[in-house]
Antibody, heavy 117, light 110 residues
Framework: QVQLQESGPGLVNPSGTLSLTCAVS?????????WSWIRQPPGKGLEWIGQ???????YYNPSLKSRVTISVDKSKNQFSLTLDSVTAADSAVYYC??????????WGQGTLVTVSS | EIVLTQSPGILSLSPGERATLSCRAS???????LAWYQQKPGQAPRLLIY???SRATGIPDRFSGSGSGTDFTLSISRLEPDDFAVYYC???????????FGQGTKLEIK
């Protein structure tokens, strides 16, 4: 069974950079070519941030594209998210997830990131 | 941009009743790109339905999805206490590739 675990700082300064890592275990990292980051502000809905395609281009939400980078380290079975120039509006629970097709079938438990000084 | 609108925002029902949740797209979408998730407080979303009508692994047959074009429905027959949660629909857009979610329907105990 595939398991995903997010990790990273829970507090980020305004105008700083948010950096998170998702470790994949329990199955082959190549079990899917696509892995996503999704976020959820407290008490609000879900927002897809972007995805990494292990064999090609990444794709990002147009609303965040100028600030987002998703990268992969296949040797460590993990992928990462960086979000630049953060504001309080970027405070959210951040999830990593696996693509099973045109949907997300495995999710991490989520990690809360708060943007505050 | 295709927008997904879920209704109602809050649905109050009793255990044993049937729930019908709606997800309407602002433009027609291919049903293979429509999925439903359940989310309980403090937990990650769980995939229920993909391809508009296929149940994910381990999902009981009380959950069913239907619809096509712009109108999709998640039905839950014989509600159990564990079913009370927030439900989201999600679509995949091919060009450029991206996902969008509906705003959610909260299913609460009446």
């Amino acid at each position: 069974q595939v398991q995903l675990q997010e990790s990273g700082p829970g507090l980020v300064n305004p105008s700083g950079t948010l950096s998170l890592t998702c470790a994949v275990s329990g199955g082959s990292f190549s079990s899917s070519d696509y892995w996503s980051w999704i976020r959820q502000p407290p008490g609000k809905g879900l927002e897809w941030i972007g995805q990494i395609f292990l064999r090609g281009s990444n794709y990002y939400n147009p609303s965040l594209k100028s600030r987002v980078t998703i990268s992969v380290d296949k040797s460590k079975n993990q992928f990462s998210l960086t979000l630049d120039s953060v504001t309080a509006a970027d405070s959210a629970v951040y999830y990593c997830a696996r693509h099973g097709g045109f949907y997300h079938d495995y999710w991490g438990q989520g990690t809360l990131v708060t943007v505050s000084s | 941009e295709i927008v997904l609108t879920q209704s109602p925002g809050i649905l109050s029902l009793s255990p044993g009743e049937r729930a019908t949740l709606s997800c309407r797209a602002s433009q027609s979408i291919n049903s293979i790109y429509l999925a439903w998730y359940q989310q309980k407080p403090g937990q990650a979303p769980r995939l229920l339905i993909y391809g508009a009508s296929s149940r994910a692994t381990g999902i009981p047959d009380r959950f069913s999805g239907s619809g096509s074009g712009t109108d999709f429905t998640l039905s839950i027959s014989r509600l159990e206490p564990d079913d009370f949660a927030v439900y989201y629909c999600q679509q995949y857009v091919t060009s450029p590739p991206m996902y969008t979610f509906g705003q959610g329907t909260k299913l609460e105990i009446k």
